[in-house]
């Protein structure tokens, strides 16, 4: 078994303002780099052989706070990406049901084969996404190299991994929270997920910003 930390991008400033991303490419604000090497600082002391991430560059950093005190490369992996939501990206949420009312109740109402309007990218449908994450995660975890590995990816790629390791429907209401910068532990033979442990922000609950502006720079 391959023990995963999977783990969410620190914050951005469009987490900050409730702006839709998807696949646009948005950095990590000072926030989520204190974050991030609050996260780095913490899970210090654990052997991790690899360090993986989506290519979009608020996981790419998140990801470099672990792996650089390591001397490891940060291996990146498109299929780790958030999901696209087409013409919704770069949208606040509020605005989005005013522009697009129709999308949005489909979106609401967690139809997996809606597919949003196309924006600079073509939409994916939830059961797509579904796909494409949690079979990247099966695929890194089953390659047998690794007894430990870092993932550094999205809140949907998250959430498409705690529903598939609870074999929980998308029509069910998500009731759980996805943190930035969050720790949350799976194992798998590459075969399927099992969920050992989640939502682990302890390190964010007391950020020293004076102790942490080394580590950010």
């Not at 967690?110 to 996404?129: K, L, N, S, Y």
Request: proline content about 2%; hydrophobic content about 45%.
């Amino acid at each position: 078994m391959t023990e995963i930390l999977l783990i969410r991008h620190g914050e951005t400033a469009w987490n900050a303002i409730r702006r839709l991303q998807g696949h646009l490419d948005i950095p990590l604000n000072a926030e989520g780099l204190r974050q991030a090497a609050a996260l780095a600082r913490a899970i210090a002391g654990e052997e991790i052989d690899a360090v993986f991430a989506s290519d979009l560059m608020r996981a790419r950093q998140t990801a470099q706070a672990i792996a650089a005190p390591r001397g490891m490369t940060v291996q990146l992996d498109r299929g780790l990406r958030e999901r696209c939501y087409g013409a919704f990206e770069g949208m606040l949420y509020a605005d989005i049901g005013k522009r697009y009312p129709d999308a949005y109740a489909a979106w609401k109402a967690r139809d997996i084969d809606a597919r949003f309007p196309a924006g600079v990218h073509v939409a994916e449908t939830m059961r797509e996404f579904s796909h494409r994450t949690v079979s990247t995660i099966l695929r890194i975890a089953g390659s047998g190299r690794h007894r430990k590995i870092a993932i550094v990816c999205h809140g949907g790629v998250l959430e498409c991994a705690y529903r598939a390791a609870l074999e929980m429907d998308f029509d069910q209401a998500r009731d759980f929270d996805i943190f930035n910068a969050s720790i949350n532990r799976f194992e798998s033979d590459g075969g399927r997920l099992h969920l050992l442990h989640w939502g682990d922000v302890a390190h964010l609950e007391s950020l020293d910003v004076g102790a942490l502006d080394e580590l950010v720079k």
